[in-house]
């Protein structure tokens, strides 16, 4: 184990948990040295939704850790860090559907246990507070205290303020491990060697080649949507939307009639811009550079079901975004197991834009020996025995 502040310390990947490690790290006078096989946030992290929420997740470690993750996007805007680009918001998970009612009343109930704000809106009530909505909405649960981030914008906005320069075109192809094998002493790149006290892997789904995890970790592919600015239809929309069918595709509550088709769950999210940023999918495959017209129409057709009104706004465009999933849907958060100055943090699906300051914090904790802020007994890479460096 770490016992003191290393004074080196090499991050593996430059999206939002490599850039929040490296912010805490620089924070703390660490040298830090941030690379990246292509560029900051080109990966998942630049293409994403932005969600920074409580409301779909999953009971459990995964509520308890974005209660923690959406308290400290607060704490870093009021400090003035994330100040214009967290956008506070509601989330309103809505229900279409008798089996979507069951399935968000006992979310609502596991929500509230948690201790989050939620309110429970009947169908009148909703039609009230949310003229846009079609009247197939049978009731909503409004989750309070949530909000929004453009994942690339946070991830500039730590770089930036911490001074970090990112090594871009960098891609680490192994680890070298001393002769006991216990502790890394460089990491190969193409340029040569690099070496450091110690070593963060936030490598997304780059992670798997680097730590041996191919077997655990799968790409999952989720295409979005961008609308035009549509302002009043914007303002009148008291928060983003979430279908109760987005809880079943992402696995948050369990599925009664099996997952939805192509992992389709509706969020629709009024952004700061006045346009709507509608997703998504959730498709086990990597491929991020194809959209496909049956997912597009998919979700249009949707969206339009739920908020009639945007079948007279146009499509902008489309893009492709690939989330890093575990086996068992918790992250990687914390030590390699055998090796004593590693450290690993990806697998965060669909939740790496709310917990990845979090994350970045933890991370920093961890390598200066210190305890973590919140608990990460769950995430412990160690839970997979198999786990260790790539030969
Ligand atoms: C469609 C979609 C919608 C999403 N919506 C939300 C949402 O609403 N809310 C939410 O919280 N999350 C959301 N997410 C999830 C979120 O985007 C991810 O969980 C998060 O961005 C993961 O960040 P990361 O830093 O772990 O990985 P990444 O952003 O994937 O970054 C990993 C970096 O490592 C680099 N890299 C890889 N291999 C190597 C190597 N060998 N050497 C050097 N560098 C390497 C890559 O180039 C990349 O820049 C969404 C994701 C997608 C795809």
Redesign the pocket.
């Known amino acids: 184990m770490q016992t003191r502040t290393p004074s080196t310390v090499i991050v ?8 929040g490690t490296a912010y805490f790290l620089a924070k703390r006078g660490v040298a830090v040295q941030l ?19 409580v409301a779909s997740k999953r009971p459990g470690p995964m509520m308890q850790a974005a209660l923690a993750g959406v308290a400290l996007y607060r704490e870093l805007a009021q400090a003035g860090l994330f100040a214009d680009i967290f956008k506070t918001r509601s989330t309103f998970i809505i229900a279409s559907s008798n089996e979507e009612c069951t399935v968000l009343t006992s979310h609502a109930d596991a929500l509230a246990g948690a201790g989050v704000r939620v309110e429970r809106l009947g169908a009148a009530m909703l039609r009230e507070r949310f003229p846009a909505l079609s009247s197939n909405a049978m009731m909503a649960v409004e989750v309070h205290d949530e909000g929004h981030a453009i ?1 690339y914008q946070i991830v500039h906005r730590l770089l930036t303020a911490s001074g970090t320069l990112v090594s871009r075109r ?4 192994g680890l070298v491990t001393a002769p006991d094998g216990r502790r890394i002493v460089a990491i190969a ?1 193409p340029q040569g060697n690099i070496h450091a006290d110690a070593v963060v892997i ?6 798997g ?2 730590l041996g995890l191919e077997q655990i970790l799968t790409p ?5 949507l961008i609308t035009e600015r549509a302002p009043a239809l914007n303002a009148a929309m008291a928060g983003s939307i979430m279908s109760g069918r987005y809880l079943l595709s992402k696995g948050s509550q369990p599925a009664g009639n099996g997952k939805p088709a192509r992992g389709l769950g509706l ?1 629709i999210d009024p952004l700061s811009t006045g346009q709507f940023l509608i ?2 999918t959730r498709e086990d495959h990597g491929d ?1 550079r194809t959209n496909d017209i049956d997912a597009v129409s998919h979700i249009l057709a949707d969206a339009v079901a739920l908020v009639p009104e945007l079948a007279g706004v146009r499509l902008l465009r489309s893009f ?5 999933a575990v086996a068992d849907s918790l992250p990687l958060i914390g030590r390699v197991p055998g090796l004593e100055n590693a450290y690993v ?12 300051p979090i994350t970045g914090k933890v991370m920093s904790e961890l390598v200066c020996g210190e305890s973590p802020c919140i608990d990460i007994a769950p995430f412990d890479p160690a839970r997979f025995p198999r786990l260790g460096v790539a030969a």
């Open positions: 593996v990947g430059s999206g939002i948990v490599g850039a690379l990246d096989a292509a560029a900051p946030a080109a990966e998942a992290t630049g293409a994403a939704d932005g969600a920074v929420s994942g960098t891609p680490v192809e790149t936030a490598a997304g789904n780059g992670s080649k680097l999952r592919k989720g295409q979005l969020v997703g998504g991020r492709a975004g690939v989330r890093t943090a990806t697998g965060f699906e669909g939740d790496g834009i709310c917990l990845g």
